[in-house]
């Protein structure tokens, strides 16, 4: 079967993916350089009018029919981000499933979302009707993750094609068989370049940035991020940025400590801890920390990472990795903090086992930085007004966490994060009809829901005029009497002040 990407110039040289759990080849794939790019991004614009022009439920059959080509192979593209990550494979299985749930969504909202709706034309201008509706905006760059190959990557793409755009993607060097995977099986049920996929390093993304597409979609850490927008400032490329977290996890005295245990340890550990909306910091009310934290030490010990196929988590993908998350152990036990379980020696050269850091000073770097491993830190707070002044004490504001029977809402209403699960962890992000994206060094921009839906898209006002008015407003023929009654109808609408009830 000939491939979209294949159809591309042919590439100099080529790299490989390897599997971090052995370090074996999993695949060799093409380095595209900013010619193939570029003709990638040609070839989308020319599908993009076709494709655009489509009714919201042609394009919902196009990819309805791919929803069910990748529920029927979801073990087969498990496997191939189960190789090129070395999470475990149900791991990779729930990823997909919850990728396709959100393509099933975004195919059969995208209408009821972005369709033309009447607006209110008010009182100054109520010979006029007004709608608006939202246009695809051409061509969608997306430079996915490693950590979560399928899902994260598929919360733009399947937003932006329900959406109307064609899309380019460019999947992490150390996924691309993920990524071929998906334009692949696109290929089968659609035979324009709609779908696309380029291979390579940073050079390959930095041509897709410069390529002219009409929006960028990035998953990656705040220091790329930058990088990412000054090179599509070049060509005032609008970007949506998700660029990590340092997630917060609040346990109120009240909770449900087994489920807050059990959600902490999924939240740090899952995927290795390679998870940007995961657990890093968890700060728990004095009067439950004791018997929080022996549960907590004792389930997590119960998880282990190892290259057997029994193994809950697998290895740290990106080996440059490890070196960050035994500095952010090292300087923590520096500055007095404690490892009650794990600890440098839990750091291997392709696994580290779970950590679970206390005492661990508020300006250390295992609090402040991103650590993207299996570990945390955990807080003993006076109380709610402690924990949520703790958890907001961070340049990032991605997900959160909050374990309270009674006042869950309250306290999620202080936290300063784009999203937030009360008694359970990371839910937010299986709810398709949920915005998904953060604040801060988090980024900005949202993928998944209506909000996923509106941000590939640009919106289209227009008023027309229904019948001729004795005021007239935009016009050189407005007469003196028309700018009077003007006056008056404004003093009607808006000149009376308005008393405020006491607070």
Not at 146 to 175: D, H, Q
Request: charged share 20%.
């Amino acid at each position: 079967m000939s491939t979209h990407s294949e159809q591309l110039a042919p590439p100099v040289t080529t790299f490989d993916s390897l599997d971090p759990r052995t370090g074996d080849v999993v695949g060799t794939h093409p380095v595209h350089d900013a010619a193939a790019v570029d003709e990638a991004v040609g070839r989308a614009r020319e599908a993009a009018a076709w494709w655009g022009a489509m009714s919201y439920d042609e394009r919902a059959e196009v990819l309805t029919r791919w929803k069910g080509v990748l529920t029927r192979r979801v073990h087969q593209l498990a496997d191939v981000a189960h190789r090129e990550t070395g999470k475990p494979h149900s791991d990779a299985v729930l990823e997909a499933g919850l990728a396709i749930d959100h393509l099933g969504w975004a195919a059969g909202h995208a209408g009821k979302v972005l369709g033309r709706k009447r607006r209110s034309s008010g009182m100054l201008m109520a010979n006029m009707a007004a709608t608006v509706e939202y246009r695809p905006l051409g061509v969608v760059g997306v430079i996915g993750p490693w950590n979560y190959p399928i899902f994260t990557p598929m919360g733009s793409i399947a937003y932006a094609l329900a959406a109307g755009n064609t899309v380019v993607f460019k999947p992490s060097e150390y996924t691309p068989g993920v990524g071929v995977w998906l334009a692949n099986s696109f290929a089968e049920v659609c035979d324009q370049p709609v779908l696309q996929v380029v291979t390579g390093l940073g050079e390959t993304g930095a041509a897709l940035c410069r390529a002219g597409v009409n929006k960028l979609a990035f998953t990656g850490s705040p220091a790329t991020g930058r990088r990412v927008m000054a090179a599509c400032a070049e060509t005032l490329t609008p970007v949506l940025i998700e660029a990590g977290g340092k997630d917060a996890m609040i346990v109120d005295e009240d909770a449900d400590l087994d489920a807050a245990v059990d959600a902490a340890v999924w939240g740090a550990c899952s995927n290795a801890g390679q998870t940007c909306a995961g657990v890093e910091r968890v700060y728990v009310h004095e009067r439950v920390y004791d018997d929080f934290l022996a549960e907590l030490v004792d389930k997590t010990r119960q998880v282990t990472a190892d290259a057997s196929s029994e193994s809950k988590i697998g290895p740290i993908t990106m080996p440059g990795q490890i070196d960050i998350i035994r500095r952010h152990i090292d300087d923590a036990i520096a500055h007095g903090g404690r490892a009650v379980l794990g600890g440098p020696e839990a750091v291997g050269e392709r696994f580290v086992q779970p950590t679970i850091l206390v005492d661990v000073p508020e300006d250390s770097a295992a609090v402040q930085e991103e650590t993207f491993g299996p570990t945390m830190t955990v807080c003993k707070v006076r109380d709610m007004d402690e924990a949520v002044r703790l958890a907001n004490d961070t340049h990032y504001g991605l997900g959160s966490t909050v374990f309270s029977r009674s006042r869950g809402m309250e306290i999620a209403s202080r936290i300063r994060s784009g999203m937030t699960a009360i008694n359970s962890v990371i839910s937010f992000a299986g709810i398709p009809s949920l915005p998904f994206g953060g604040i801060g060094e988090s980024g900005f921009g949202r993928i998944h829901g209506p909000d996923g839906l509106k941000e590939f898209t640009y919106a289209h006002a227009i008023a027309r005029r229904r019948f001729t008015t004795p005021m007239e407003l935009t016009t050189f023929r407005r007469t003196p009497q028309q700018d009077q009654r003007f006056v008056q109808l404004l003093t009607m609408m808006h000149g009376r002040s308005r008393t405020l009830p006491k607070r």
